[in-house]
């Protein structure tokens, strides 16, 4: 069966500092979506990106955010100053359809200390 | 925008008893409806969704019931199993968004 594949799985990086997460949608997929999970909670709606652009984003995707998609298959979203409230599970996610097959990969978890 | 209730937060059940896990939403819009499964460190997994145009839809030991009208939807899992047990999260997404908004989840614990 097709994955999401994301790298790193596990992600420590000083409060400041610049991350890159990286992910390798489906290839078949047109929609690609990041969304993050902090410890014991809901997961939380980050982007969503079709045709090279962003189509929407959620009021926790700040201009310390930023997406990607550099080449025909990776994925990428940026946190240009982490904080420590960025500490967090984020899972990238695609679909082929806006509302089919959205399956999620396994997750970098990022600690900002 | 979509905001999606669910409950209960914990659920505990004895092997072979069924489980109920309500969600509502507020959107009218929304039109789609996933349920995922998620174990402890791993990444969600969907494991049945519904539309808007169907009332209930099964697959096996597991279905899942929509009313429009109400704007709620609910998974039901029969015969209940030891790996049953895991963090199960409702959906909505549909009409003119992108995203899915989920509910803070139901930690089920499925006791031998």
């Known amino acids: 069966e097709p994955e999401v594949t994301q790298t790193p799985s596990h992600q420590v990086t000083q409060m400041g500092q610049e991350v890159i997460l990286r992910c390798v949608p489906i290839?078949?997929?047109?929609?690609f979506y990041w969304y993050r999970q902090i410890l014991g909670q809901k997961v939380e709606f980050l982007v969503s990106?079709?045709?090279?652009?962003?189509?929407?984003k959620s009021e926790i995707f700040d201009d310390q955010f930023s997406v990607e998609r550099p080449d025909g298959s990776n994925f990428t979203l940026k946190i240009r100053s982490t904080k420590l409230e960025d500490s967090a599970m984020y899972f990238c996610a695609s679909s082929v359809n806006r509302w089919d097959g959205y399956t999620f990969g396994s997750g970098t978890r990022l600690t900002v200390v | 925008g979509e905001n999606v209730e669910q409950h209960p937060s914990t659920l505990s059940v004895q092997e072979g008893d069924s489980a109920v896990i309500k969600c509502t939403y507020s959107?009218?819009?929304?039109?789609?409806f996933p349920w995922y499964k998620q174990e402890l460190g791993k990444r969600p997994q969907l494991i049945i969704d519904i539309r808007s145009n169907v009332g209930e839809k099964k697959d096996q030991r597991i279905a899942v019931t929509l009313n429009k009208t109400a704007k709620h939807f609910s998974l039901h899992i029969t015969e209940t199993q030891p790996e049953d047990s895991a963090v199960y999260f409702c959906?909505?997404?549909?009409?003119?968004?992108?995203?899915?908004?989920f509910g803070k989840g139901t930690l089920l614990t499925v006791n031998p």
């Open positions: 959107d009218s819009a929304s039109n789609y």
């Open positions: 959906a909505a997404g549909g009409g003119s968004n992108y995203k899915l908004t």
């Open positions: 990106f079709y045709n090279n652009e962003i189509s929407e």
């Open positions: 290839s078949n997929h047109l929609y």
